[in-house]
């Protein structure tokens, strides 16, 4: 069974750092572009950030542009999200994704 499983969410302080892990099992997602979305309570879910098949190519959205890196370890069939200078608008649930499949989604709090 195919399986993306988010870790790392939790509760920070304006101005702080989180790192969240995505880890995927079930099938090898080495040659796909990875994507972190994220869904804030009434909201819609919106694109985060994006990762190509080895990590040479990135985007993110603007909103989180210069605060957030996006990488991948293929060897540990992760991918990770470094979120510094957190701003309490980044509280939401975040989700990894590839394609049709997402995870279950890890929720990050931050307070003003």
């Known amino acids: 069974q195919v399986q993306l499983v988010e870790s790392g969410g939790g509760l920070v302080q304006a101005g702080g750092s989180l790192r969240l892990s995505c880890a995927a099992s079930?099938?090898?997602?080495?040659?796909?572009?990875m994507n972190w979305f994220r869904q804030a309570p009434g909201k819609e879910r919106e694109f985060v950030a994006v990762?190509?098949?080895?990590?040479?190519?990135?985007r993110y959205a603007d909103s989180v542009k210069g605060r957030f890196t996006i990488s991948r370890d293929n060897a540990k069939n992760t991918v990770y999200l470094q979120m510094d200078s957190l701003e309490p608008a980044d509280t939401a649930v975040y989700y990894c994704?590839?394609?049709?499949?997402w995870g279950q989604g890890t929720q990050v709090t931050v307070s003003s």
């Open positions: 990762i190509n098949w080895n990590g040479g190519t990135t």
């Open positions: 994704n590839t394609g049709s499949i």
């Open positions: 079930g099938r090898t997602f080495t040659s796909v572009p």
